[in-house]
């Protein structure tokens, strides 16, 4: 059995948000800094990279993606209050990354990255939003294919490094800030633990 073909897939499109006013536009990837992915990785959402994986390189695309097919429902149960400690450095807060809207790389104790938005930071303790900013919504895509082939040995391979964290140093995916500090003061013990899950490809762009 031949195993599937890992196509490299670039596209630039508008995303809206589908609301009872009407359309909004949340985002944009140009033909000059494409989205660009490889088939097959989970870097997109699935039902993105279906809808997408067999056009043609020129040919255009017009399509929602419901709630299921996209972030899923907001869950309240993703709000977290957690220790002002663990976002410290050397005994400090860390105010210039931690700040009221700003999304920051985390890990948990298992090891797995996800992006948290601050929406309040308190005495004690800081509110993380986990939702994905999409939740809950109705999305349309509307764009064209400006790249559609067979992927590279070369290309699968930086793909593959990419997903399992090599070339991907502190510096290197969003924010140099991994690592742990020497906490104390009225931080506490804790280490300051940031970092990027780095699976995403060209213009900064991720939908998985």
């Given at each position: ?50 809808q997408?994986?067999d ?17 899923g ?5 993703h ?14 807060f ?49 764009g064209?294919?400006?790249?559609n ?14 997903l ?7 510096g290197?995916?969003?924010g ?5 500090g ?16 780095g699976?995403?490809c060209?213009?900064?762009?991720c939908?998985?």
């Amino acid at each position: 059995m031949e195993r599937p073909i890992n196509k490299y897939i670039a596209v630039s499109y508008k995303l809206y948000t589908v609301e009872a006013d009407g359309k909004h536009l949340v985002e944009e990837a140009t033909e000059e800094h494409p989205f660009q992915f490889i088939s097959g990785f989970g870097v997109t959402l699935d039902a993105f990279e279906r809808q997408v994986a067999d056009l043609e390189k020129g040919a255009e695309f017009d399509f929602e993606l419901g709630k299921d097919e996209a972030y899923g429902d907001y869950e309240e149960a993703h709000v977290l209050d957690l220790d002002r400690s663990l976002f410290c450095i050397n005994g400090h807060f860390d105010h210039e990354r931690i700040y009221k809207d700003a999304v920051v790389p985390l890990q948990n104790a298992d090891g797995n990255r996800f992006l948290g938005r601050v929406l309040d930071i308190g005495d004690d303790k800081v509110k993380i939003d986990l939702n994905h900013p999409l939740a809950g919504q109705t999305l349309n895509f509307k764009g064209r294919v400006v790249e559609n082939r067979e992927a590279t040995n070369e290309e699968l391979q930086a793909m593959a490094n990419r997903l399992s964290g090599e070339g991907c140093g502190c510096g290197g995916c969003g924010g140099g800030c991994c690592g742990d500090g020497d906490c104390d003061d009225d931080c506490g013990s804790h280490g300051h633990h940031h970092d990027h899950k780095g699976g995403c490809c060209g213009g900064g762009h991720c939908h998985g």
